[in-house]
C-alpha cells in the first residue's frame, strides 16, 4: 500500500479563493511527522507546515493550514486567499518514528496547482 | 534566506563521465543528510541517507558503485555519479533537518543532463 497518496494530481483555483490539496497517509507508527512542500518549476522545494502525531492542534502558518484528521489518516493542506504565486507542485511527506538521526521523507505523488485570475 | 545549498544547478556532462554535485549545511551541523532523485513530472524518490564519517545507507535499488556518497564532515555531502549515462539525467535533490526541530530543509537541488 501507498505510505503517502495525493489522488489530485491536478488542481484549478481562482486568486483569492481558498484550496484543499488532498493528502492521505497508511503508517502503523504511532509517532510520525507529516509535512507539506512546495515546489516551484525552479526545482527547489520550500517548506510549508508541519503537523505531529501527537499534536493537538492543527498547524497554520500564514495562508496555510493543515487539517489533520488521525482516525481517518488524512492530512489536507489548505491554502487560503490563493495567489498567483502559489502556482506549483505541492507534495505531502511522512516521516515515520520520532524526530532523530533518521528523517527520511516518503513523499506523495505530488498535486498540481494552478490559480487563475 | 538558504539554509542547505546545493552545487552545481545545472552541469551537463559527457556519458562515460563521472560528475560531482555537492550538497552543504549553512551554519549549521548535519551528521545525515538525504539525497533524492526526481523524474519531470514525478514525485521524489530517497536514493540513500548519507551519514557523517560512515557509509552511506543506500535504498532498495540504487547502486552504491555508481552513486557515490560521501559526507566528510558535519557540513558537507557529496554525490558523485560515475560512468554517467543518458539515464542517468535527473533532478538530484538532498535534504537535511536542522538541530533537533522538526523542519527538513531541502537544497536548490541540480539539474544534471547527460549527453
Known amino acids: 500500500a501507498q505510505k503517502i497518496t495525493q489522488t489530485q494530481p491536478g488542481m484549478f483555483v481562482q486568486e483569492k479563493e481558498a484550496v484543499t490539496l488532498d493528502c492521505t497517509y497508511d503508517?502503523?507508527?504511532?509517532?510520525?511527522?507529516l509535512f507539506w512542500y512546495k515546489q516551484p518549476s525552479s526545482g527547489e522545494m520550500i517548506f510549508l507546515i508541519y503537523q505531529g502525531s501527537y499534536d493537538q492542534q492543527n498547524a497554520t502558518e500564514g495562508r496555510y493550514s493543515l487539517n489533520f484528521q488521525k482516525a481517518r489518516k488524512s492530512a489536507n493542506l489548505v491554502i487560503s486567499a490563493s495567489q498567483l504565486g502559489d502556482s506549483a507542485m505541492y507534495f505531502c511527506a511522512m516521516r515515520e518514528g520520532s524526530p532523530g538521526g533518521g528523517n527520511k521523507l516518503t513523499f506523495g505523488t505530488g498535486t498540481q496547482l494552478k490559480v487563475e485570475l | 534566506g538558504a539554509v542547505v545549498s546545493q552545487h552545481p544547478s545545472w552541469v551537463i556532462c559527457k556519458s562515460g563521465t563521472s560528475v560531482k554535485i555537492e550538497c552543504r549545511s549553512l551554519d549549521f551541523q548535519a551528521t545525515t543528510m538525504f539525497w533524492y532523485r526526481q523524474f519531470p513530472k514525478q514525485s521524489l524518490m530517497l536514493m540513500a541517507t548519507?551519514?557523517?564519517?560512515?557509509?552511506?545507507?543506500?535504498e532498495q535499488g540504487v547502486e552504491k558503485d555508481k552513486f557515490l556518497i560521501n559526507h566528510a564532515s558535519l557540513t558537507l555531502s557529496t554525490l558523485t555519479v560515475t560512468s554517467a549515462h543518458p539515464e542517468d539525467s535527473s533532478f538530484y535533490i538532498c535534504?537535511?533537518?536542522?538541530?533537533?526541530?522538526?523542519?527538513?530543509?531541502f537544497g536548490e537541488g541540480s539539474w544534471l543532463t547527460v549527453v
Open positions: 535534504s537535511a533537518r536542522r538541530g533537533t526541530g522538526n523542519t527538513i530543509y
Open positions: 548519507s551519514n557523517e564519517g560512515s557509509k552511506a545507507t543506500y
Open positions: 503508517t502503523s507508527d504511532p509517532s510520525y511527522g
